[in-house]
């Protein structure tokens, strides 16, 4: 079955940096587009970053683009978000998210989510 | 940006009632709408992708219907496992995807 498990959230200082990564399993990775989404305590869902199965295409949410970069290892079937200059507002719990299929942008499997605190 | 407005906020219902929830998009998304299901402490769940069609594994108490602007999740009866929060997204104009601000569904 397909499995999604986040790991790398904690607690850091503003301007700080913190890399999460997701380790994909159960389908064909390397088929599929990944995305990162947020949630804020107590609010609703973020978009944050994307990116093609083959890594062409790379999109960010305007809140983190400049700070946040996307990438992936089709080998180890990971997909990770590292985040510099970290803010107060990006305090969140962070989701990857598989699409449904190529070009498709909504999400048929979640992990369990990782948690960012940025507080000083 | 293609803005997502869900109404209403909060849905006080008792099992066993149809609930109906409303998404309504800033410009026409065509049929390029999805539905998720969310509980305390879990991730979002897919319910209804492209307007109308069921998620794997979703009831089929659950269904979605509308178009271009106005999108409607129905849920035909509540099942008290139905009560969650409920969130509409689309794809069809981005970056960036954009999600709506979520519909509580509670127990009267």
């Known amino acids: 079955q397909v499995q999604l498990v986040e790991s790398g959230g904690g607690v850091v200082q503003p301007g700080g940096s913190l890399r999460l990564s997701c380790a994909a399993s159960g389908f064909s990775f390397s088929n599929y587009g990944m995305h990162w989404v947020r949630q804020a305590p107590g609010k609703g869902l973020e978009w944050v970053a994307f990116?093609?199965?083959?890594?062409?295409?790379?999109d960010y949410a305007d809140s983190v683009k400049g700070r946040f970069t996307i990438s992936r290892d089709n080998s180890k079937n990971t997909v990770s978000l590292q985040m510099n200059s970290l803010r107060a507002e990006d305090t969140a719990v962070y989701y990857c998210?598989?699409?449904?299929?190529?070009?498709?942008?909504?999400?048929?499997?979640w992990g369990q989510g990782t948690l960012v605190t940025v507080s000083s | 940006e293609v803005v997502l407005t869900q109404s209403p906020a909060t849905l006080s219902l008792s099992p066993g009632e149809r609930a109906t929830l409303s998404c309504r998009t800033s410009q026409s998304v065509g049929s390029s709408l999805a539905w998720y299901q969310q509980k305390p402490g879990q991730a979002p769940r897919l319910l209804i992708y492209?307007?109308?069609n069921r998620a794997t594994g979703i009831p089929a108490r659950f269904s979605g219907s509308g178009s271009e602007t106005d999108f409607t999740l129905t849920i035909s009866s509540l099942e008290p496992e139905d009560f969650a929060v409920y969130y509409c997204q689309q794809r069809s104009h981005w970056p960036p995807l954009t999600f709506g601000g979520g519909t509580k569904v509670e127990i009267k």
């Open positions: 492209d307007t109308s």
């Open positions: 998210a598989k699409e449904r299929r190529d070009a498709y942008s909504d999400f048929d499997y």
């Open positions: 990116i093609r199965y083959s890594a062409s295409n790379i």
